[in-house]
Each structure stands twice: as C-alpha cells, then as structure tokens.
C-alpha cells in the first residue's frame, strides 16, 4: 500500500502485542496478520507512535476481579459502561510485548496506557473517564503534527477510540482499515465505523 505521506503525519501502531494475537489472552481473530502491513508502512512516515496496553496484575477491567461475572459482560464503572476482559496484557509479562515480528526500532514514542487499576484505557489520548490523558495530544502538537493514521489492534475498542480522539483533538485521522482487526462482540466492528465516520475519521 502506497501512502502519500508529509513530515506532518505521524503512524500511530496500537496494541500490537501478544495477548491480541493466536494464543494470547485476548486474541483478535487474524490479529497477527497486521504485522507485516505495519511494518512496510512504517517505512512511508518519519513519525512512529505506538501504544502498549499495560495493565497492573488485578486490573478492574479484568473479569477475574469482579465475582460472578465472566469476560465479555458488562458493568457500570463510576465512569460509565465497562466491558469485562480475560486478564491480559500485564505489565512485563510475556502477553505484554510487542509481536515479535513487529518493527519497533522506528518507534520514537511509547505510550502506555490502562495502568491504573480503577480505570481502564482504550484511547492513546484519553482514559476511558474520557478526561484523564495520556499526554499524546501534547506531543504530537509540539512535533508539528496535524495527521494521524492508526492502525493495530483491535478495530473495535482501541483503535476506535483513539481514531475518534484524534479527531476531537483536531488531528485529522485516518484509519486504515486493512492493518486492523476487529474483536466483533455484538456487532461492534460495524458500530465502530459508523461511529468513526459520524466524527470525521476517514476510512482506508
Ligand atoms: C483492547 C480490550 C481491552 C484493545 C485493550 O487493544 O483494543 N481491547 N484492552
Ligand atoms: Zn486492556
């Protein structure tokens, strides 16, 4: 895939690690097979981002903390709806790093983000309180920055939100949609377009 791209464009690679991939904890259907797709675009920008879902042991997204319920569910947090997930992506296990077949050398910045217990983070920018911020907004600016194109994992939950914040947050964003896999729970992958083009994220 070719990309016209300017030093004003940053790739932002979300979650790429090996709990969203065949055998993790929380494997995206055909996840893995983004890999390659990121690596020949990360040749095309000058500006690489990348996000790491880094969660402490006993994460209040985790299922496993909260008795009676199972993965998938979901329950009210004090900042709104919160679907449960298997326990995953603990920070320094195995589950947490990057594919390994992912280039990261060209990563210039790593933001990490769900470390605090009692709020989870889907967004590069913003905790899911919508409010909380990872500081990602803040470098992109004072690196010039004025268009984002996420990829990653999954379509429906961290690239989705992190695409629609990059919009509020004045970027203009592009998603594209062949280096992304979905989970799909209930339809999400559709809602997740819809609601990514009703906020003026364009769609590759
Ligand atoms: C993600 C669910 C829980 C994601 C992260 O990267 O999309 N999904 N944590
Ligand atoms: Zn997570």
């Keep these: 895939m070719e990309i016209q791209t300017t030093d004003t464009d940053c790739l932002l690679v979300i979650d790429v690690q090996n709990d969203f991939c065949e055998g993790g904890a929380l494997a995206v259907p055909d996840g893995d097979n983004v890999v390659d ?29 909260h008795p009676g319920h199972e993965p998938l569910q979901q ?47 889907y967004s590069a920018f913003f905790e899911n309180d919508h409010t909380t911020t990872t500081g990602l907004s803040g470098y992109l600016r004072e690196r010039g920055i004025k268009r984002v ?17 990059a919009r509020r947050e004045g970027f203009e964003t592009v998603v594209i949609e062949s280096a992304c896999r979905g989970i799909n729970i209930e339809g999400s992958v559709a809602a997740a377009i819809e609601a990514m083009q009703n906020v003026g994220v364009e769609l590759r």
């Design 37 to 65: 797709l990121i690596n020949r675009l990360s040749e095309q920008f000058n500006t690489i981002v990348a996000t790491q879902d880094w969660h402490p042991k006993g994460h209040s997204s985790f299922a496993s903390v």
């Design 75 to 121: 329950i009210d947090m004090p900042y709104g709806p919160q679907t449960l997930w298997p326990d995953h992506c603990i920070q320094g296990s195995p589950g947490a790093q990057f594919h390994a077949n992912l280039q990261t050398d060209a990563f210039q910045n790593i933001i990490r983000k769900g470390f605090r217990a009692p709020i989870d983070s």
């Design 149 to 165: 194109f996420c990829v990653g994992l999954a379509l429906d939950f961290c690239v989705r939100f992190s695409a629609e914040d």
